[in-house]
Nanobody
Framework: QLQLVESGGGLVQPGGSLRLSCAAS????????IGWFRQAPGKERERVSC????????DYADSVKGRFTISRDNAKNMVYLQMNSLKPEDTAVYYC??????????????????WGQGTQVTVSS
């Protein structure tokens, strides 16, 4: 019943932009840290970014710093990932996930238990 649904992926040229959205149902996102992850074929899953609970702190992987921005709209129960200056190496399936940490110490170390189905992002000429 707890569900996250990603949307906004697609095919873009290098240097282009996309905004990914994550919609939650069955729970309220303001009580959860949210992470954006990506996984390309043959590669390990990578945490791209995360946003904390009430403190709204954020973290970014070195590979996306300065290009991606995570944000949330608690009134809409939505989380977004704005992706600018996209590179071919950004090509992956992108997932959003929500934590259920018993002892919460920040979004970087949170335990992410609720996952969406993913949305494909392809950056190609």
């Amino acid at each position: 019943q707890l569900q996250l649904v990603e949307s906004g992926g697609g095919l873009v040229q290098p240097g282009g932009s996309l905004r990914l959205s994550c919609a939650a149902s069955g729970f309220t996102l303001d009580y959860n840290a949210i992470g954006w992850f990506r996984q390309a074929p043959g590669k390990e899953r990578e945490r791209v970014s995360c946003i904390g609970r009430s403190d709204e702190s954020t973290d970014y992987a070195d590979s996306v710093k300065g290009r991606f921005t995570i944000s949330r709209d608690n009134a809409k129960n939505m989380v977004y990932l704005q992706m600018n200056s996209l590179k071919p190496e950004d090509t992956a399936v992108y997932y959003c996930a929500a934590d259920r940490s018993l002892y919460y110490t920040g979004c970087v170390t949170a335990s992410y238990a609720y996952w969406g189905q993913g949305t494909q992002v392809t950056v190609s000429s």
